[in-house]
């Protein structure tokens, strides 16, 4: 994954329509409506518990507090619902230095299986 601009979650399980650009980072509203967006990012490293961006179309939307973990682990989780119009585009902002240094995609702690992700469902679209 990245560290500047727009993370990247550059493994899709599903991403039905290919809204989501595993090289941009960004989710692209296909229509108008109310969309439900959960991001959980799994973060290591020594700089002190922090926050993470969700953005849309440049404009902050909310943010993902972490919260402390055991030798530097760190989780944060967020769900929001937003209206978005077609066109617009959601992704989340890592702050580097603020929160964990590190987000991981995949990773094995204490025989837990650990991972950073990014899911967006419909809830409404406008007619």
Known sequence: MNSSGPLVFDKTRYNYGKHYSTSSGKYTAPSSGQYLL???LYTTGTANVGSHFIVIDGAVA???REQPGTASYRMG?????????????IWVTPQFGVGGNNIHGA???AGAYLY??????????EP
């Open 116 to 125: 950073s992700w990014f899911a967006v469902s419909v809830l409404s679209i």
């Open 107 to 109: 990773s094995v702690n």
């Open 38 to 40: 959960t991001v959980n």
């Open 77 to 89: 989780i967020t769900t929001i619902v937003l209206t978005l119009s077609a066109g617009q585009s």
């Open 62 to 64: 909310t943010y993902i």
